[in-house]
C-alpha cells in the first residue's frame, strides 16, 4: 500500500508539472523511487495510474464533504451548498495533481466508472451524502437536481480556474449563485428577513 501510495503522489506532482501528455510510467517510477516493473505490477498504463488517483481524488473529496456536512452546523442549506464548493475549490488550490485531472475529466469522461460519466458518479456521492447526513428525500427528482447542479458548477467552476491559478473570486461566488438558485427548486428559498 505504501509502495501505491508513493507512485499515486508522484503521479499528482507530475500531473501538476507537466499534464497528462507529459506524464509517463516512467517517469512515476522515478519520481516514486520504485522499479518500472512495481508500477506495472499495479497498473497497466499511465491511464490506470490516473484512474486510481482520480479514484482517490474523490474519496478526499467525498470524506471532507461528509465531515463538513457532519461538524457544522448550517442555518441554511444553501450553506452546505457553500461549503461543498469550497471543499472543491481547496482541493483545486491545496491537494496536489488535483488542478490538472480534477476527478478524471481530462483523461476520460469515464475515468472514475466505466459505466458512468465522472460528474455523474460526483453527483451519486453527493446525494448519498445529503440523503444520509442533511437528510434530503431521496427520488428521481434529488437524482436530476444533484447531477444539473454538478455539472453546471463544474462548467462554471472550470472557467474560474481558466486564466487564474487561485480561482477568480467572482467566478466563483457565481458558480455558488448559480447552484443555490437552481436547487431553490427542490429545497425552497432563502427566508427572508
Not at 462548467?155 to 491559478?165: G, I
Request: a negative charge.
Amino acid at each position: 500500500m505504501a509502495r501505491v501510495q508513493r507512485m499515486l503522489d508522484a503521479c499528482a506532482e507530475l500531473l501538476d508539472e507537466g499534464g497528462y501528455t507529459e506524464l509517463s510510467t516512467t517517469r512515476i517510477a522515478e519520481r516514486a523511487g520504485v522499479a518500472i516493473g512495481s508500477v506495472y505490477q499495479f497498473f497497466p498504463d499511465k491511464k490506470a495510474i490516473t484512474q486510481a488517483l482520480g479514484l482517490r481524488y474523490l474519496d478526499t473529496f467525498t470524506l471532507r464533504v461528509a465531515n463538513r456536512l457532519a461538524e457544522e452546523s448550517f442555518g441554511h442549506w444553501t450553506e452546505a451548498v457553500d461549503a461543498i464548493v469550497d471543499e472543491y475549490i481547496d482541493m483545486h488550490r491545496n491537494e496536489p495533481g488535483f488542478r490538472s485531472l480534477h476527478f478524471g475529466d481530462v483523461v476520460d469522461i469515464r475515468l472514475l466508472d466505466s459505466d458512468n460519466e465522472n460528474n455523474r458518479v460526483i453527483a451519486g456521492r453527493l446525494r448519498d451524502l445529503l440523503i444520509s447526513v442533511a437528510g434530503a428525500s431521496d427520488g428521481e427528482k434529488l437524482d436530476r437536481a444533484i447531477v444539473v447542479a454538478v455539472e453546471a458548477s463544474d462548467a462554471v467552476l472550470k472557467l474560474a480556474f481558466r486564466d487564474d491559478p487561485d480561482g477568480d473570486p467572482r467566478l466563483i461566488a457565481e458558480a455558488k449563485l448559480l447552484v443555490r438558485g437552481y436547487l431553490e427548486q427542490l429545497f425552497g428559498p432563502r427566508p427572508r428577513r
